[in-house]
């Protein structure tokens, strides 16, 4: 057996796809590993180039996205390693941060799934870590509260991400998981067509007793949108859809109610102020039309849904 697989699950996203493989191919190896890569039906040929230039990567082609649970999945299904890591295409891997994270799992056998500390690409923090939604944080963050009182959200406020930290969730951009954690929990939920499936895992990892740990020995870059940015609304909607579905997963129908009755609320109280930036700050048109069109893409999602 393999210590590590690490797995990447891409969809059109052929430069950072690339680049990502080069960050670990060139980082530190003390450990065993294999690369698996499965590309989501890309068109902008991620496959070949894969083919092509890391003929040693483990290659899993599907012929149409399947989500991104789903795809992280076989490769999970795919993969032998003691730990397997599972990272965005739009990751750079630093320094020996796979042979660290490694090594703090063999020191930490309580630990189901670990992340380490992510980075923007200016090296500045990139918060990786969240509480989990709760009706309170719901509604703080739709009356706008995380802006006065950062500790209100489901982010966790100021913290500056240098010292080891029970979590309640882990960025999905960036896991490690312990195999033997992953054979009480299960694999990733793949009703989550994208999103989602990070806040619901860690809670599952939690509720069988297994800490979801974040440690700083080891960091990465986030690039970030690296497929999502290929349809900013559309990803926008999903990351609703997949709300959606925890809420009615983890609380039942009531669940589901108070998420789309707060979510309405959070873009009522949103659209009338995008507008006012809109007409009144020129320079930031471009930024306040995408928010706008978010707003009634979700909106016309919400209005529709029930109308169905």
């Known amino acids: 057996m393999r210590d590590l697989s ?3 699950a891409s969809w059109n996203a052929r430069d950072y796809l690339l680049k990502c493989l080069g960050s670990i191919e060139r980082s530190p190896a003390d450990h065993s590993r294999e690369i698996i890569v499965v590309d989501n039906g ?27 649970a789903k795809a992280n999945n076989q490769g999970v299904r795919a993969s032998e390693g003691r730990y397997i890591a599972l990272i965005n295409s739009d990751i750079k891997v630093m320094d020996d941060c796979m042979d660290a994270l490694v090594d703090y799992l063999d020191e930490h056998p309580d630990v189901g799934i670990a992340g380490p500390r992510i980075l923007n690409a200016n ?3 990139q918060p990786s870590c969240r509480r989990l939604p709760s009706p309170l944080n719901l509604i703080a963050e739709a ?8 500790r209100s959200g489901t982010f966790m406020g100021e913290w500056a991400h240098d ?12 896991w490690i998981v ?15 067509f994208i999103y989602g499936e990070d806040v619901d895992w860690c809670k599952r990892f939690a509720d069988c007793g297994w800490r979801v740990r974040f440690t700083p020995v080891a960091q990465s870059v986030h690039y970030g949108g690296g497929s999502s940015a290929n349809a900013p609304v559309r990803f926008f909607i999903e990351m609703q ?3 959606l579905h925890y809420w009615g997963k983890h609380y039942g129908g009531a669940g589901r109610f108070f998420f789309m009755t707060t979510l309405l609320l959070h873009q ?13 700050f020129p320079e930031g048109r471009e930024n306040s039309r995408h928010k706008i069109e978010r707003s009634l893409a979700c909106l016309r999602w919400l209005f529709l849904r029930e109308a169905a």
């Open 6 to 8: 690490i797995v990447i």
């Open 42 to 68: 890309s068109e902008d040929g991620s496959a070949e180039a894969v083919r092509a230039d890391h003929p040693e990567v483990q290659l899993i082609h599907n012929e149409k996205n399947l989500g991104f």
């Open 123 to 125: 090296q500045s923090l």
């Open 143 to 150: 009356l706008g509260l995380p802006n006065i009182l950062p």
């Open 163 to 174: 010292r080891e930290e029970n979590v309640e969730v882990l960025s999905g951009c960036f």
């Open 178 to 192: 312990r195999r033997e954690a992953l054979d009480t929990v299960g694999l990733l939920d793949e009703d989550f």
């Open 241 to 243: 859809k997949a709300n």
């Open 268 to 280: 009522l109280l949103r659209l009338p102020v995008r507008w006012i930036q809109y007409l009144a």
